[in-house]
């Protein structure tokens, strides 16, 4: 069992930035690749970013790529997404997850989420 706690979220201006963090704990936290989605309102959870356990590969959307940026830290048992040049289509309630499996856009390859922070990007 892994338990992931999501913090950073809040109110930005649009071009601004936000660094999400996403603590884990429980089971070995290396084991897993880790990634970040996002749900807005009246829409689908969809994938942000996604990080190998070793931190030496990393996956974007292409709505997110050159703007944000994951990061993970083992020692740490934390993974985070830096933000910047955030507009207004960025404002989603932003989800931490684990998975052990190698399809990592795909939600339903995730076995662990967080329960979320919300990302309000105003124009």
């Known amino acids: 069992q892994v338990q992931l706690v999501e913090s950073g979220g809040g109110l930005v201006q649009a071009g601004g930035s936000l660094r999400l963090s996403c603590a884990a704990s429980g089971r070995s936290f290396s084991r897993y690749a880790m990634g970040w989605f996002r749900q807005a309102p009246g829409k689908e959870r969809e994938f942000v970013a996604a990080?190998?356990?070793?931190?030496?590969?990393?996956y974007y959307a292409d709505s997110v790529k050159g703007r944000f940026t994951i990061s993970r830290d083992n020692a740490k048992n934390t993974v985070n997404l830096q933000m910047n040049s955030l507009n207004a289509e960025d404002t989603a309630v932003y989800y931490c997850a684990a998975t052990s499996s190698n399809l990592l856009s795909k939600k339903r390859s995730y076995e662990y989420w967080g329960q979320g922070t919300q990302v309000t990007v105003s124009s």
């Open positions: 990080i190998v356990w070793s931190g030496g590969s990393t």
